[in-house]
């Protein structure tokens, strides 16, 4: 078995081993994947194992520590289980922080059985788990339109679509937002702009200064995806119009089957989606961090398989001796059983 990094241009034998939005991320920066290739009885390579994660964004930080990154999937094929990929995985994982000098990393799991065994595996990596709560909604642009707030009578006159804004201006305010967010520091990558779409984009521009922000983009399976949204808490109409605006010009520009994800971990997020679309219950999640450094979860590979080793070689011993013995009592005439 071995590990490879996934790009696009690799990625196709793997895309069954994971949820399609996902592998669509794989196109957007700070969204890496590592993929296991094993050969089969005929001798050809088959992908049996994949890792996903990405640099954390600033809601998905521990207050503790920084550079976290977000392992947002591991899955390994049902026919090549209990052979070590996963651990492989994670051994790759762990060199790739090793080397990125990244102190600490968090995942999320369903609080339900099936994913008992994750955390469990999770755990010899290091990993601790805790309950909370977050929203994850995904619903086709004609359910959202649906939703009271959009029926309100809301002035939209100051809200331009980002297109139509001055590049500099907007830079500007964005450098300035960077100052104290994190997803704001992301997003100057030009790569993540290659899927901001800037007609559904909008911002609020008040005297030649931008004011509030509402970024979306659409991901290569065209669901719709909002990334960020900045605006004055006191001010909810400036945040309605944004929303309603970018609403009314996605009603313009795409099918009304196409799909919404809206997605809430930090608490801002989640209260206002609360707000917007009450009456939506959160999920109740396992939020998993290890603060250990990276060396620290090889040491505990390291450890687990040298532990596995010595048990393998005192079973080995003992099935030795047995058949020792049986050889003993069978050349003095007794019966044994092995």
């Known amino acids: 078995m071995r590990v490879i990094n996934l790009t696009q241009e690799n990625i196709q034998p793997f895309v069954q081993l994971a949820p399609l939005e996902l592998i669509d991320e794989l196109a957007d920066a700070f969204h890496f ?5 094993a050969e089969t009885e005929d001798g050809t390579a088959a992908a049996v194992g994949i890792l996903l994660y ?30 070590g990929i996963a651990n492989g ?8 922080l090793n080397e990125s000098g990244i ?50 009578t ?3 006159g100051d809200v331009r ?16 937002l960077a100052v104290h967010n994190q997803r704001m520091r992301e997003l100057s990558d030009p790569e993540e702009w290659e899927w901001i779409d800037p007609d559904i984009s909008c911002a609020i521009e ?37 929303l309603r605006f970018a609403a009314v010009q996605a009603h313009l520009n795409d099918p009304m089957d196409t799909p919404v994800r809206l997605s809430g971990r930090s608490e801002a997020a989640a209260r206002l989606i609360g707000w917007l679309f009450v009456g939506q219950e959160p999920l109740v999640v396992r939020y998993g961090e290890a603060v250990a450094m990276a060396e ?43």
């Open 33 to 37: 994947g590592l993929g296991a290739v």
């Open 206 to 242: 008040k005297g030649g200064q931008i004011q509030s922000v509402f970024l979306v983009r659409q991901r290569v399976s065209g669901v719709l995806e909002p990334v960020f949204l900045y605006g004055s808490r006191e001010n909810k109409k400036e945040i309605l119009a944004l």
């Open 89 to 96: 995985l994670m051994e790759t994982f762990s060199e790739l």
């Open 54 to 83: 990405d640099v954390s964004e600033e809601e998905y930080q521990s207050s503790d520590t920084g550079n976290d990154v977000w392992l947002k999937w591991l899955y390994v094929a049902q026919d090549y289980r209990q052979q």
């Open 103 to 152: 102190s600490s990393a968090a995942c999320e799991a369903p609080a339900l059985a099936e994913a008992d065994l994750l955390c469990e595996f999770l755990e010899q990596w290091g990993f601790t788990f805790s309950y909370q709560k977050k929203y994850e909604l995904t619903m086709t642009l004609e359910e959202l339109l649906t939703y009271p707030f959009f029926e309100e």
């Open 296 to 338: 620290q979860f090889r040491k505990l590979w390291d450890i687990d398989r040298q532990l596995l080793v010595l048990e393998q070689l005192e079973e080995q011993l003992t099935w030795e001796r047995l058949i020792e013995q049986a050889k003993d009592y069978e050349d003095k005439g007794e019966s044994s059983y092995v």
């Open 154 to 156: 809301v002035d939209a």
């Open 161 to 176: 679509p980002i297109r139509v804004l001055s590049g500099l201006q907007l830079r500007k305010k964005l450098e300035q």
